[in-house]
């Protein structure tokens, strides 16, 4: 098992501040992806990161990838009300089956209008 | 535009009781996978198939069988239900062609056993 630990397992923050959300494995990973999950929905895929030390930006959204590909982050600016949900980490290696993705622990955000 | 489509939505069992989970995708993906989401654990691999006629086991395949006859269809069995498998899970596909690709989940079955 790839165990992925993000931190935190909660967050709260008021509108309009940042967060940094963190995903940490020992493992390396040829690739890492995060998703956006909404209540009573399936995860949903916001990037894809696949070099070490990748940084991309997705409007508010700030996601990099660590140099030794064992580690992510996700950072979001002015958080807004509709940035709400639980986010999760997915690794993948071709050690244990490309097309198999192993999600980590998750961090419900929320935020408070 | 269907994509991956899950049921039933809700279901409570009785522990012993044995039932199948639906899932179908319509975009011709040879890999499909089952999850089981549990809170503070995020999701979990179950079973997974690279394509019709072969399946595997992920990280918690105890307890249930799956079968993949089918590019479309990949039902999960549950053959006698117990209270720790309480749980909401979820169906996932995704393209071939390497590990850069983006899965696609269902709804979810939010699974009770009493």
């Known amino acids: 098992t790839q165990l992925l630990e993000q931190s935190p397992q909660f967050l709260s923050i008021q509108e309009g501040e940042n967060l940094t959300v963190y995903c940490n494995s020992s493992?390396?990973?040829?690739?890492l992806q995060w998703y956006r999950q909404e209540p009573g929905e399936g995860p949903v895929l916001l990037v894809t990161?696949?070099?070490?030390?990748e940084v991309k930006k997705l409007k508010r959204l700030t996601f990099q990838f660590g140099d030794a590909r064992k580690d992510s982050s996700l950072h979001i600016t002015a958080a807004q009300p509709g940035d709400t949900g639980l986010y999760l980490c997915?690794?993948?290696?071709?050690?244990?089956?490309?097309?198999?993705?192993?999600f980590g622990t998750g961090t419900r955000l929320t935020v408070i209008p | 535009n269907a994509g991956v489509t899950q049921t039933p939505k809700f279901q409570v069992l009785k522990t012993g009781q044995s039932m199948t989970l639906q899932c179908a995708q319509d975009?011709?993906?040879?890999?499909m996978s089952w999850y089981r989401q549990d809170p503070g654990m995020g999701l979990r691999l179950i079973h997974y198939?690279?394509?019709?006629?072969?399946?595997d086991q992920g990280e918690v395949p105890n307890g249930y069988n799956v079968s993949r006859s089918t590019t479309e269809d990949f039902p999960l069995r549950l053959l006698s239900a117990a209270p720790s498998q309480t749980s909401v899970y979820f169906c996932?596909?995704?393209?071939?062609?390497?590990?850069?690709?983006?899965?696609?989940f269902g709804q979810g079955t939010r699974l009770t056993v009493v």
């Open positions: 996932a596909s995704r393209p071939p062609k390497g590990f850069n690709t983006e899965a696609f």
């Open positions: 975009m011709n993906h040879e890999y």
């Open positions: 997915a690794g993948a290696s071709l050690s244990t089956g490309a097309n198999n993705l192993f």
């Open positions: 493992s390396v990973f040829s690739s």
């Open positions: 198939s690279v394509g019709a006629g072969i399946t």
């Open positions: 990161v696949v070099t070490g030390g």
